[in-house]
């Protein structure tokens, strides 16, 4: 069986080993994928996984040796799943890989928001605290977390993983979800309504997948309903921002900061207004990069492909 493995880069710069893939079949791996190579690199494999290459139904019906497509990632917008389910092509994608990694880049950006660690570090570095006449100082507006009130959208393992750290700092979570199951409720989570979610929550927290109900579910309207001076992160989706709506709302100090992993268009392209926005953290989509979590990503990925090999396919996506 021959076996492609494309833009591997981002799954293993080289701190892991595709062994397994190379002990099931005839591997080749192309660290990096243009749009152009995408036939190139696929070729006649009757398997191909992809991260963030597009496999669309053009594709699709070019390589008709293909029988298996796997996502290195749990999204899986990047295939076209209809169109391979019409071809006979199994779709298998990761769920659950990152759960730990995700939650605790989700803390990592609010501590951040809360207090621009960074950038103190760095003042002391350029001399300010050695010639500053005071013996401390604080650069932005220090927020403590414990009292407040985290609102998450999408309420799912990642979701669940981030409240429980934030329960732990002292805060309160309301938890948006069309999937609701009562016994996660206690004294410090409830679930709620969108309306109610902004209007009472001080830090908004997207761990949503991409929808068309979901889909610039930031934009001027909801953010008119947020308190004033509300935190925003998103280490989701990008499209799940309206980023003009959410710029002019960091402009006029609504929003009291935001901070992204992930961009409408990725990589972000210089006319991205969030790059001109204030008080906004930006990350190139990092967020499940831990190298324990891409393990994880890796072994589930080579089940994955073992079990459609046995005739028991798993985490398929267009049955």
Same mark, same amino acid.
């Given at each position: 069986m021959k076996i492609?493995?494309l833009? #591997?880069?981002?799954?293993?710069?080289g701190d892991?080993s595709?062994d397994?893939f190379?002990?099931l079949?005839? $591997?080749?791996?192309?660290e990096?994928t243009?749009?152009?190579?995408?036939?190139e *690199?696929i070729g006649?494999?009757?398997?191909v996984?992809?991260?963030?290459?597009?496999i669309?139904?053009?594709?699709?019906?070019a390589c008709? !040796?293909?029988?298996f497509?796997? %996502?290195?990632?749990?999204g899986?917008?990047? %295939?076209?799943?209809k169109?391979a389910k019409?071809e006979g092509i199994k779709?298998?994608?990761?769920?659950?890989y990152?759960?730990?990694? %995700?939650a605790q880049?989700?803390?990592?950006?609010?501590?951040?928001?809360?207090?621009?660690? #960074?950038?103190?570090? &760095?003042?002391v570095?350029?001399?300010?605290?050695?010639?500053h006449?005071?013996?401390?100082?604080?650069?932005?507006p *220090?927020?403590?977390?414990?009292g407040?009130v985290?609102g998450?959208?999408?309420y799912?393992?990642i #979701?669940?993983?981030?409240?429980k /750290?934030?329960?732990?700092?002292?805060m309160e979570v309301l938890?948006?979800?069309?999937? *609701?199951?009562?016994?996660? &409720?206690s004294?410090?989570?409830h679930?709620?309504?969108?309306?109610?979610l902004?209007k009472?929550?001080?830090? /908004?927290v997207?761990h949503?997948?991409?929808?068309?109900?979901t889909r610039g579910?930031?934009n001027? &309207?909801?953010i *008119?309903k947020?308190?004033?001076?509300?935190m925003?992160?998103?280490?989701?989706?990008?499209p799940?921002i !309206?980023?003009?709506?959410?710029t002019?709302a960091?402009?006029? #100090?609504?929003?009291?900061?935001a901070?992204?992993?992930v961009?409408?268009?990725?990589?972000?392209?210089?006319?991205n207004p969030? $790059?001109?926005?204030p008080?906004i953290i930006i990350?190139?989509h990092?967020?499940w990069g831990?190298?324990?979590s891409?393990a994880?990503?890796?072994?589930?990925?080579?089940e994955n492909?073992r079990a459609?090999m046995n005739g028991?396919?798993i985490n398929?996506?267009?049955?």
């Amino acid at each position: 069986m021959k076996i492609i493995i494309l833009d #591997g880069y981002t799954e293993n710069p080289g701190d892991l080993s595709w062994d397994g893939f190379e002990e099931l079949g005839e $591997l080749t791996v192309y660290e990096r994928t243009k749009f152009e190579d995408i036939l190139e *690199q696929i070729g006649d494999a009757e398997v191909v996984y992809t991260n963030k290459t597009p496999i669309s139904g053009d594709t699709i019906k070019a390589c008709p !040796n293909l029988k298996f497509i796997g %996502v290195l990632a749990t999204g899986y917008d990047v %295939v076209d799943t209809k169109t391979a389910k019409e071809e006979g092509i199994k779709v298998a994608n990761i769920p659950t890989y990152g759960t730990a990694t %995700v939650a605790q880049y989700t803390i990592a950006l609010l501590l951040e928001l809360c207090h621009q660690i #960074g950038l103190h570090s &760095e003042s002391v570095k350029n001399g300010e605290w050695e010639n500053h006449i005071d013996w401390c100082y604080w650069k932005t507006p *220090q927020m403590e977390l414990a009292g407040k009130v985290m609102g998450i959208i999408g309420y799912g393992r990642i #979701g669940q993983a981030t409240a429980k /750290i934030a329960i732990a700092l002292g805060m309160e979570v309301l938890a948006f979800d069309e999937y *609701q199951n009562p016994a996660l &409720e206690s004294d410090s989570m409830h679930y709620a309504s969108l309306d109610e979610l902004y209007k009472r929550s001080d830090v /908004i927290v997207l761990h949503c997948p991409l929808l068309p109900t979901t889909r610039g579910i930031i934009n001027k &309207e909801s953010i *008119q309903k947020m308190k004033d001076k509300v935190m925003i992160i998103n280490d989701s989706r990008g499209p799940l921002i !309206n980023e003009k709506d959410l710029t002019e709302a960091l402009e006029s #100090g609504k929003v009291a900061g935001a901070a992204v992993d992930v961009v409408s268009t990725e990589p972000i392209k210089s006319d991205n207004p969030l $790059l001109k926005a204030p008080n906004i953290i930006i990350t190139p989509h990092m967020a499940w990069g831990t190298k324990e979590s891409r393990a994880r990503l890796m072994n589930i990925a080579l089940e994955n492909l073992r079990a459609f090999m046995n005739g028991n396919p798993i985490n398929i996506v267009n049955s």
